[in-house]
């Protein structure tokens, strides 16, 4: 791409990343096709927020359009019964119900909220990444079962036989915190296994043993919409300010100077055979601008989140030099490893895992930097 194109707004690179897997992909054909699955939440996540900042509504009924492909007329879905996972693209349920009226939208998000009194769970309530994973919590399930609950209680109540859907989503977070939390660097390792049956354990602690890019990734994204959906006057917001300025004072710590970007193990970026990855650089970018806006940083997150926008736009530009948008350098998904797993696993081109983290971090990029 040419330096003109390089340097246009956030708001219209969220709508070339959209644009470009729209013309891709129908909805319902979106990898994996024809599947209730995170990977299409994340992506259409990203999406809804452009299409609130934008007011276009060809991104409301593309995300229809995956949803109703999947979502019966009496509200029935299906989903995977043992996983966190599964709970994700329920975030799309929200928006679909308070704009449409249609009463199956707040049916299957009823239906969502069930998988959480079947779900496996620690000694101390935490739940289970997937039943194939036993006793593990990751961080990843911070936001892809956490902050449906909050976006629940929200928009239909906190209560009802599920007990306090706020409370359980705290609970969550603090039991990652208590387990996972590393107070040298202030990073989080990405799981923690309960069992310590898991050959990445450690006896000691039960952590796996390395930082891990996107997981801490996941966990700021679930941390600012905490902050976002939380009363105002909750008790746990303080902790929770505290805990957010904490880690994105760590992740600027840990920021390359070179490109502005973020290894796929944070905190190695000496490693030769390490790289840096774009679906977690995203991901941070838009943490450090949401905690901004949010008054919990300052200008020092400020001036990282413009240089890491900076930097995925270069490489991005970079790739798209024949003029068809292209994101590069995104980790596909990973269980938790040793440092070996991680920095050998697969790159693809366009992933939804990044595609979405990277319309995320333009939307909230847009008013915060000067083309």
């Given amino acids: 791409m040419n330096a003109a194109i390089a340097q246009r707004a956030p708001i219209e690179w969220a709508k070339a990343a959209c644009e470009a897997l729209m013309a891709a992909c ?74 449409t009226g249609d009463a199956r939208y707040r049916i299957a998000a009823d239906r969502l909220k069930g998988l959480y009194r079947t779900l496996n769970r620690t000694s101390e309530g935490g739940f289970w990444h997937k039943d194939k994973y036993p006793y593990q919590m990751w961080l990843d399930g911070l936001y892809m ?28 977070e603090r039991l990652m915190r208590k387990h996972m939390r590393d107070e040298r660097s202030g990073l989080l390792y990405h799981a923690w296994d309960e069992s310590r049956r898991m050959p990445w354990a450690d006896p000691e602690t039960g952590c796996s043993p390395e930082f891990w890019g996107r997981s801490i990734g996941w966990y700021a ?6 902050l976002d959906l939380l009363p105002d006057g909750a008790p746990a917001r303080p902790e929770l300010e505290e805990t957010q300025r904490s880690l994105l004072r760590a992740l600027v710590r840990f920021q390359d100077p070179g490109s502005g970007l973020w290894y796929q193990v944070v905190d190695k970026g000496d490693r030769p055979d390490n790289w840096l990855e774009t679906s977690c650089s995203s991901l941070f970018v838009y943490a450090l601008a949401r905690g901004v806006k949010q008054g919990i940083v300052g200008y020092e997150c400020l001036t990282a989140a413009r240089i890491g926008y900076r930097g995925l736009v270069t490489v ?35 992933d939804l895992h990044g595609v979405g983290a990277f319309v995320m971090a333009c939307v909230e990029m847009n008013d915060l930097i000067s083309v």
């Fill in 145 to 172: 079962g956490g902050v449906f609950a909050l976006k629940y209680a929200d928009a239909y109540g906190n209560g009802g036989e599920d007990g306090g859907l706020r409370e359980m989503a705290l609970l969550q």
């Fill in 26 to 99: 129908e909805p319902s054909e979106l990898p994996p096709a024809r599947r209730w699955h995170y990977h299409q939440g994340v992506f259409l996540c990203g999406m809804e927020r452009l299409a609130e900042a934008a007011g276009d509504r060809r991104y409301d009924e593309y995300i229809q359009g995956y949803v109703d492909g999947l979502v019966d007329e009496r509200g029935n879905l299906l989903f995977a019964r043992d996983e966190l996972d599964a709970i994700q693209a329920g975030l799309l349920l929200f928006r679909l119900h308070k704009r």
């Fill in 316 to 350: 991005i530009a970079r790739a798209s030099a024949d003029g068809e948008f292209s994101m590069p350098n995104i980790c596909i998904g990973t269980s938790a490893g040793d440092y070996e797993n991680y920095v050998t696993r697969p790159t693809s081109r366009n």
């Fill in 221 to 226: 994204l679930a941390l600012a919409h905490f």
